[in-house]
């Protein structure tokens, strides 16, 4: 079956420094691939996608590559931002079952 | 353009009660998902209901159940709550299957349930 796999949280990181969160997936086929934030108290925002291999989806500063070969979608930016504080999903669809199978979530923290 | 909405936003039941969630797609979509985000055990896909008719279901009881509305909007009705029901529910929407983009899912903000 399908399953994601993130790195363990919380992370804490002071304000504009680098950001990487780890994310590798295991599917049947070929997956799009999805990262997802929640605000607290929110529901789930799109934050970016990629549907096939070497793509790279990016929206916010925040950028990550489909990596086929090491079967990794793994989510960065540059300089974090206190606002950026939030729980980051990856998630993966594939088929036509079309349900997202989601990672178990990694808890940001930024401060000042 | 407006964008997913659920209500309630938050709701409180004993065990052995029955609740009704309700969702409103973003306008032109047609596909409506349901997840569960349980306390430790993550999101997990529920339901799944494209041009009325239910397209998938997760690893749930078949006391969670739903349906779709000619226009779109969505119901999950969970019979015999139990206290591991607790959680937040979402509802998401996409554009039709096979259409552009009909594997992007577009959440709304969530009903809490807890089951005291």
């Known amino acids: 079956g399908n399953s994601v796999t993130q790195m363990e949280g919380p992370v804490t990181l002071s304000e504009e420094a680098f950001l990487t969160i780890n994310c590798t997936y295991t599917a049947t086929g070929y997956p799009s691939l999805f990262w997802y934030v929640q605000y607290p108290g929110e529901g789930l925002q799109l934050l970016l996608k990629?549907?096939?291999?070497?793509d790279k989806g990016s929206n916010k500063g925040f950028e990550a590559t489909y990596r086929k070969e090491t079967t990794s979608f793994h989510l960065e930016k540059g300089s974090v931002q206190v606002s950026d504080s939030a729980v980051y999903f990856c998630?993966?669809?594939?088929?036509?079952?079309?349900?997202?199978?989601f990672g178990t979530g990694t808890q940001l923290k930024v401060e000042l | 353009e407006a964008g997913v909405t659920q209500s309630p936003t938050h709701l409180i039941k004993t065990r052995g009660q029955q609740v009704t969630l309700r969702c409103s797609p973003i306008s032109g979509h047609t596909s409506v998902y349901w997840y569960q985000q349980a306390l430790g055990l993550g999101l997990q896909f529920l339901l799944w209901?494209?041009?009325?008719?239910?397209?998938n279901r997760g690893n749930f009881p078949p006391r969670f159940s739903g349906r779709q509305f000619p226009n779109y909007s969505s119901e999950l009705n969970v019979n015999a709550l139990e206290l591991e029901d607790s959680a937040l529910y979402l509802c998401?929407?996409?554009?039709?299957?096979?259409?552009?983009?009909?594997?992007?899912?577009?959440f709304g903000p969530g009903t809490r349930l807890t089951v005291l």
């Open positions: 990629a549907t096939k291999a070497d």
């Open positions: 998630a993966l669809i594939t088929g036509g079952g079309n349900k997202l199978t």
């Open positions: 209901y494209d041009e009325g008719e239910e397209r």
């Open positions: 998401a929407s996409s554009s039709r299957l096979g259409s552009p983009g009909y594997n992007e899912q577009f």
